[in-house]
């Protein structure tokens, strides 16, 4: 063990002669222990809601969505079949049809979008896990559909509601302004065969359909598509398959991943996660200028011991180097105690659900290495500047004075 080292863990661990010091130094430790605490639980926080929210979109959204960059719509020629049927990376691929639509039922109205689905969706998007009431769709049963639970809320209608039907209205291309809703609109009765749940954008906006009712709303032809909707393999390599599919359908369709379709979402996710990790460091900032502070009082409290070791031949680089190691080592105890209690915090989260969003639902955290490397470099990295910071005091004018 080097000098300066030996000398810092003796002033650390032993008390000082002035009480004041000691309270002083005990409150810097438990800055540090709250400080480091408070970001471990906030970073772990924003990396569980981040994870339920990815779950909420594995059920909304597919791996890649392919649409026409021109229009609403597109014809899947063979040229396009055969693409995705070379592509090894490709496990299911679904054709959808999407339009604004305005639901009616009873004496209630919802505009919303329909959408049109193909009896292989549930295999590319697993919509179906999400199914809070009744089933999915299904091809013995015509004119059936399955809502979102905002829409179902709004509407006051749930599955099986046999004694109503949901009617679904799209206006006639091409019809001007005219008092006969028979003549201005198409319109297809349905029942609701299931409700389901998931991101408060997504449980309000579709009404899934059978794709050949929404044809035969829309009146489309058999190969007209809104979008062919993909699932890969693995979703890792969802860039990677974006570019080549990009490339052989060429510049009049846009390949986008899942998170070009939620890039606002991902944007918000990570500037909060950002503006919260600068928040959390600057009250640490601030619990360190009591480091500092009892870095100095200790300094001037062994100003005659320090005169001493420097007659000893000790030199003012070596007496720096002292508290920068009690500095160092009192935020790094602070550290290990606050992750101990930060990490326990969490883990008691995770088991018995201590705080809750709702009912069923407790807070989501989530325990990441990452997220432990990131306070330890944070903190250690602050507490070593705060320890120079206060050292740098010492000079031989001020031991001599």
Request: one cysteine or more; a positive charge.
């Amino acid at each position: 063990m080097s000098f300066p080292l030996y000398i810092a863990k003796r002033y650390l661990f032993s008390k000082s002669g002035t009480n004041a010091i000691n309270i002083i130094t005990f409150i810097a430790m438990f800055g540090v222990v709250v400080g480091s605490m408070a970001l471990f639980i906030v970073l772990s926080g924003f990396s569980g809601l981040r994870t339920f929210s990815d779950s909420l979109l594995k059920v909304s959204d597919p791996d890649l969505k392919i649409t026409a960059v021109k229009g609403k719509t597109f014809e899947v020629s063979k040229a396009i079949k055969n693409v995705l049927a070379q592509n090894t990376n490709i496990a299911s691929a679904s054709k959808v049809i999407e339009e604004r639509v305005s639901l009616q039922y009873s004496d209630k109205n919802q505009i919303a979008f329909l959408k049109g689905v193909d009896s292989t969706y549930v295999y590319t998007v697993p919509v179906d896990s999400s199914l809070s009431m009744g089933a999915w769709l299904d091809k013995k049963y015509t004119n059936t559909a399955v809502i979102g639970a905002g829409i179902s809320y709004k509407l006051g209608l749930g599955a099986f509601g046999y004694s109503d039907e949901l009617e679904i209205y799209v206006p006639k291309p091409g019809t001007r302004y005219t008092v006969n809703p028979a003549k201005a609109f198409r319109l297809e009765r349905v029942k609701v065969v299931g409700v389901y749940y998931g991101s408060e954008e997504f449980q309000n906006k579709y009404v899934f359909t059978d794709i050949a009712l929404a044809r035969k709303l829309l009146n489309y032809s058999e190969n007209i598509v809104s979008a062919i909707e993909i699932k890969l393999l693995d979703a890792n390599n969802s860039a990677l398959v974006r570019d080549i599919l990009q490339e052989e359908l060429g510049p009049t369709f846009e390949v986008k991943t899942k998170k070009e379709l939620n890039a606002l979402y991902y944007k918000v996710v990570n500037t909060e996660n950002f503006i919260s990790y600068l928040i959390f460091t600057l009250i640490i900032v601030i619990a360190l200028f009591n480091v500092i502070g009892s870095i100095i009082m200790m300094i001037i409290d062994k100003k005659n011991n320090i005169r001493t070791l420097l007659n000893l031949g000790s030199t003012v680089k070596e007496i720096k180097q002292i508290f920068v190691y009690q500095g160092f080592m009192m935020v790094g105890l602070g550290l290990v105690l606050g992750m101990l209690l930060g990490v326990l915090l969490v883990f008691l989260q995770l088991k018995l659900q201590l705080f809750m969003i709702t009912d069923g639902l407790p807070y989501p955290v989530e325990l990441r290495w990452s997220n432990i490397c990131i306070v330890v470099v944070t903190i250690s990295l602050l507490g070593y500047f705060a320890s120079k910071i206060a050292s740098s005091r010492i000079s031989l004018s001020f031991i001599n004075k």
